[in-house]
């Protein structure tokens, strides 16, 4: 696998388009769209939340379709607002469908910004038509830019890897870890691949893929009511098929939303530490991960890692109440290389040795449960001073 | 009900005492009893952190006896101490008792403070003789001053009910809501009555009651190894035991309670506001009790509360990934009386309005599910940039 200096325009086959459309402020790129040259298959991660917004009802409802393009808008989210808000989405996938000459049904939409307001139709209908006539290859790196809340820089990676049937590519974008700003929330992430995978495959490795990187951050444990994840890959009679190719795509995925992940957290709000929470030996998978979210969730972990505390009692009593099967008599925790807990044994360290690194910009944090062989990680930030400021000043 | 002009002092049958015993600061009241002058029963509700204290254990394990006496420690939590940790609590609680000439086992125990240190037990062993020589009715102003951590200022609560078998009175006191400042975490609570009460009825009562007070508070959503509440009430043969008599019993407990919880909330770390956020119309209480502990807990929620937006959208996304059954189309949402949603359709509103309403110290939140006659109520606070301060910047 080779990492690729650039983004979605890297990989053949699609073009991109992004149009400043006023939705809600002028002066920024919000109306955005994804489009492939030919038919593709998707796979989708949508949020879990009860109250989801219109488009992802709608990707819900055609992400089994072949699928011709992904159009996004930023500054309005299109949720609570209703069936209104579910035939706004409609009608522009249409219309976009339409100019595109492809199946009514085939395009995708997704949305990203306030909470509760009816999107402008009108103009953004007038818009489609500029957007396709824009469409370019060499567009790419306007959509991860289109797609922007709150972040600090526009995020894409790509990556290019070899199957037994050729060279192919895998490129991503992603916006707004968790949901951060008021009403500006959303985690979107949006990947393309020049590889033909058949649909369930797909499905089943982008699953693993998301729940492994995505859906393993956390900024502050708020889930968004558009959070969406989606990708693309071109129908084809010759689809990699071997386990070996397969397993190659898969990694060539994962480190792409690896890295966008990693990407998310760094610029969370306020964050100014990235930190890998890995927790080993519990009973199960699934109660790592419970005890590696609960300790990257915890408020007073964050905060103590934001005070470069070296403080295994916030980590060790966020385990506690995970719901995790855990004893203090085989629990041990290390930060970095360095153990503070052995077995419920509070162990001698040097303060200073701990300090610095917890002083640093990237660090782990193990957890050794001491009962089992599962395993989980989790990567999360700190939380300092500017994530209340940002999250406090802003208003609605 | 009458509310009282003071707090543990006024219960008749109880003496207190503390010392300042230098456990792990000098100057500070730091151990302390309260005893009862004839035997109890108890009824303790305990943290369900399966990292837990020495002195949670030995709790548990002593509940059901006739109780004599509570020993109580600040400074240092005995947590992640192991078998000595739980010795030494087992050594001191037996020489109070023999100092009492009570039963060995009818001496409980609980501690606050930092993690993973042994308490210096021969010291503390020297200061009982002091202790129990100090034992005043009058002194029982000190015990809320000695529990203190980050608490900035004492908290009691009493009043008085009138029973068919005569007045009785029922008084508590409290520290530090939440698992709040790091390594001095940690919600304690004790309630004395001069009412007896069956064992089998104390314990139901005590438990509904800390249920829907202690129990439906959230600061920041961590649970400490510590966290214990704790009631003592004369063993008599008189015993209350009529229907209305219990009635009257469990609201004035209820009153006691629900008021040290709201001293907690109010003086959470960096606190600017107390919020009740009630949830109606759910399918169940459990299901409001979700949405609601959701809704309190979000980080999201909670700076938005300090910034005074009134930001619903923030509140329908926490409702929504709570877990409880919800829909969009039945949702609404008020602010003090001011509708912000209406099944699912924001309302005009003056913002202005919401604002001053926002801007109190005290406000409610009411989030009507529409889909039952489920109802719960959670008692939170905003997240201020002193909360993070105080946890960021306390070094272990």
């Not at 149009?19 to 809600?24: F, M, S």
């Not at 949305?111 to 469409?135: E, F, N, W």
């Amino acid at each position: 696998m080779k990492i690729l200096d650039g983004g979605l325009e890297l990989v053949p086959g699609y073009r991109f388009a992004a149009v400043e459309c006023g939705i809600r402020k002028q002066g920024r790129l919000d109306f955005c769209i994804i489009a492939a040259d030919s038919p593709c298959n998707a796979a989708g991660m949508f949020t879990t939340n009860k109250i989801y917004a219109a488009p992802v009802l709608l990707c819900r409802e055609r992400v089994d379709n072949e699928v011709r393009a992904i159009l996004i808008n930023a500054t309005n989210a299109n949720a609570c607002t209703g069936d209104e808000g579910y035939n706004n989405a409609v009608l522009l996938t249409r219309e976009t469908a339409k100019l595109l000459d492809a199946p009514k049904d085939s395009v995708l939409m997704a949305s990203t910004g306030i909470i509760g307001h009816q999107l402008p139709v009108k103009k953004m209908q007038d818009s489609v038509p500029a957007l396709i006539g824009a469409l370019l290859r060499d567009n790419g790196a306007l959509i991860p830019k289109a797609i922007m809340t709150t972040d600090t820089y526009p995020k894409s990676f790509a990556v290019e890897f070899a199957a037994s049937t050729g060279n192919y590519r895998i490129a991503g974008t992603a916006k707004g870890s968790g949901m951060i700003a008021p009403n500006m929330a959303t985690m979107l992430s949006f990947v393309i691949s020049d590889c033909p995978v058949e649909k369930h495959s797909l499905k089943s490795i982008f699953k693993r893929c998301i729940d492994n990187t995505i859906n393993s951050i956390t900024i502050d444990g708020d889930m968004s009511t558009n959070d969406t994840a989606l990708i693309l890959s071109p129908v084809s009679g010759n689809c990699i098929k071997s386990e070996a190719d397969l397993a190659d795509f898969e990694s060539a995925l994962f480190k792409v939303l690896y890295e966008l992940s990693r990407m998310l957290v760094m610029d969370a709000e306020g964050a100014t530490k990235f930190v890998k929470v890995q927790v080993e030996g519990a009973r199960s998978n699934e109660d790592a991960k419970l005890a590696a979210k609960a300790i990257a969730e915890s408020l007073l972990v964050k905060t103590a890692f934001f005070g470069k505390d070296p403080n295994w009692g916030r980590i060790a009593c966020a385990a506690g109440y995970s719901g995790a099967l855990i004893e203090e008599k085989t629990l041990s925790i290390y930060i970095e290389d360095i153990q503070l807990l052995k077995k419920g044994v509070p162990c001698g360290f040097d303060k200073k040795t701990v300090e610095d690194a917890l002083a640093k910009r990237e660090f782990s944090v193990l957890v050794d449960i001491g009962m089992g062989d599962g395993k989980a990680q989790f990567l999360t930030s700190d939380i300092s001073y500017d994530y209340v400021r940002i999250n406090a000043e802003y208003s609605t």
